[in-house]
């Protein structure tokens, strides 16, 4: 672990060395559409550190594909400081409104090092950013969300980018709640001046979701057109509880164990482990790790594994449990009690043996080792039962009477 910290370190000392290195300048080229239809470019790689560099050209981004680099490498050399890349942006036939981006990269070619040495390799960036024309009518929107109380306001900011006033202008929520019934939600109408900008606002009651993510489409019409924005709504953090262990083992032993995970999360937590410290009398004396499990959305999995006790002896132990998912999210700790029992306390237990049969503090408030007293009959019960005893014992009588006369009969027909 310690080597690996290390290592880090050395990678950011490395790397924030090259940043110090080298250098772009400018950073970034802004090109407006509706001034040109070919720009020709060029930026400076500065070499601070004058030292004997190969460097690597290429490009990526939406404009990749209209950029023509004059060059693909270059090398820069401790007499002279400084390196020029030169390019060409050819527009394309169809510029949507606003930004299209695109960037060339400058990056160190790897170095013949073995592979036991640690280095690393500089990339920069030079940033191109072309401004396409908006039409008359043209509005940008943003979605955002704030919690007060019980109540989440759902906010769509809008901004008039077109060469027009907008003289109606409104958006509409959708987002579906805890029940998956869909809310809808809309704010009220205005109008959005050129080059102004407005927060359009509306609210819902925050016991309309549970704990999780919800998505949320704003549909925004303004003067026959729309715009339409997906984001996801958070409510709370991701929950993990732990609902169940076990709260007796056998001394000396090694017990299989049961532990209930309830994901309070609305959505499936995948990579679900426990790290469990055992302590003794506040002294930790054993720490172990659940396997990892899945759970799908606001339900409860139960993890079945081994305890080992072969070498702890009776008595009272606390288990301090930390949830961990998603391999970076940890939950609070949470502390079971537990009694570790003899075999023949645990066998006594497991079959429901009376109370007084069994002494320690293991078995009290437990329901499943109370003594079962028999139930007293109440007055009410009683009248009931003999009024059935009754009725019985006169249709018994009235069966047999009815059985002697045929028989009667029948003699007299003989």
Do not use: C
Request: glycine share 4%.
């Amino acid at each position: 672990m310690k080597t690996k910290i290390i290592t880090w370190i050395i990678l950011f000392l490395l790397s924030f060395n090259s940043l110090l290195a080298l250098g772009i300048s400018p950073a970034k080229t802004t090109i407006n559409s509706e001034e040109t239809k070919s720009y020709a470019g060029e930026f400076l790689v500065i070499n601070n550190d004058l030292e004997d560099m190969d460097l690597t050209i290429s490009t990526q981004g939406e404009l990749a594909q209209y950029i023509t680099l004059k060059t693909k490498e270059i090398s820069l050399h401790r007499e002279g400081g400084t390196g020029t890349i030169y390019y060409t942006l050819t527009l394309p036939d169809k510029i949507p409104p606003g930004e299209t981006l695109g960037a060339i990269i400058v990056q160190q070619k790897p170095s013949a090092a073995n592979e036991n040495t640690v280095s690393s390799q500089l990339v920069l960036y030079h940033k191109i950013i072309l401004l396409g024309p908006y039409p008359d009518k043209y509005v940008i929107t943003k979605l955002n969300f704030h919690e007060s109380g019980n109540t989440i306001r759902f906010v769509s900011e809008v901004e008039n980018k077109g060469k027009k006033n907008i003289d109606t202008i409104k958006t509409i929520f959708y987002v579906n709640d805890k029940e998956q019934q869909q809310q809808v939600l809309e704010t009220q109408p205005t109008s959005l001046a050129v080059h102004d900008d407005k927060l359009l606002d509306t609210t819902i009651d925050k016991n309309k979701f549970v704990p999780g993510q919800f998505e949320v489409l704003a549909i925004t019409t303004y003067d026959g057109q729309k715009t339409e924005v997906i984001k996801k709504l958070q409510i709370g953090k991701p929950e993990i509880d732990i609902t169940y262990f076990d709260k007796y083992f056998t001394s000396n032993e090694v017990n299989k164990y049961s532990l209930d995970l309830l994901n309070k999360w609305n959505q499936q937590i995948e990579n679900i482990f426990v790290d469990i410290t055992v302590k003794k009398d506040n002294t930790q004396i054993d720490q172990f790790r659940t396997k990892s499990v899945d759970l799908d959305a606001q339900t409860t999995k139960r993890i079945n594994d081994y305890f080992d006790a072969k070498n702890k002896n009776p008595g009272s132990y606390t288990f301090d449990m930390v949830v961990n998912f998603w391999n970076n999210y940890r939950m609070e700790t949470k502390t079971f009690k537990s009694e570790l029992l003899p075999k023949e306390k645990i066998s006594a237990i497991e079959h429901n043996v009376p109370e007084e049969t069994i002494t320690g503090k293991a078995i009290e408030n437990d329901s499943s080792t109370k003594e079962i007293e028999p139930k007293s009959i109440d007055a009410k019960t009683g009248i009931i039962i003999g009024l059935l005893l009754f009725i019985s014992i006169i249709l018994v009588i009235i069966l047999i009477i009815v059985r002697q006369k045929k028989e009667n009969k029948e003699q007299d027909q003989l």
